[in-house]
């Protein structure tokens, strides 16, 4: 029952910021560790950036660090990533992504630790 749909996503230059939201519709979203994965044309979708329930415990892909930053907001049941300093490599397609289920740190970048997923929203950066 649980939904997750991303919105945010656009046409940017190198060096612009944009500000992507997962807004998710379930009974249980309050609890659920969340993440953003994304995927470019011909490769394997890869974490991005992922947030513990209390939202005080986040974890970032090495080639995020520093400019990424994942928060949520439970009482409005949306996740969001905060993008600055974008460059043409972080071209892909955004996926939100959920799980009902306690996920092992040492398994937080991994694909199948997550049951829910959005449709995804584009993100082009432009060199």
């Known amino acids: 029952q649980e939904q997750l749909v991303e919105s945010g996503g656009g046409l940017v230059q190198a060096g612009d910021s944009l500000r992507l939201s997962c807004a998710a519709s379930?009974?249980?979203?309050?609890?659920?560790?969340m993440a953003w994965f994304r995927q470019a044309p011909g490769k394997e979708r890869e974490f991005v950036a992922a947030?513990?329930?209390?939202?005080?415990?986040?974890s970032y892909a090495d080639s995020v660090k520093g400019r990424f930053t994942i928060s949520r907001d439970n009482a409005k049941k949306t996740l969001y990533l905060e993008m600055s300093s974008l460059k043409p490599e972080d071209t892909a397609l955004y996926y939100c992504?959920?799980?009902?289920?306690?996920?092992?740190?040492?398994?937080?970048?991994?694909?199948?630790?997550?049951?829910?997923w959005g449709q995804g929203t584009q993100v082009t950066v432009s060199s």
């Open positions: 947030i513990r329930w209390s939202g005080s415990i986040t």
């Open positions: 992504a959920a799980s009902p289920n306690f996920i092992p740190a040492d398994a937080t970048t991994r694909t199948s630790s997550y049951v829910y």
């Open positions: 379930g009974r249980t979203f309050d609890t659920y560790p």
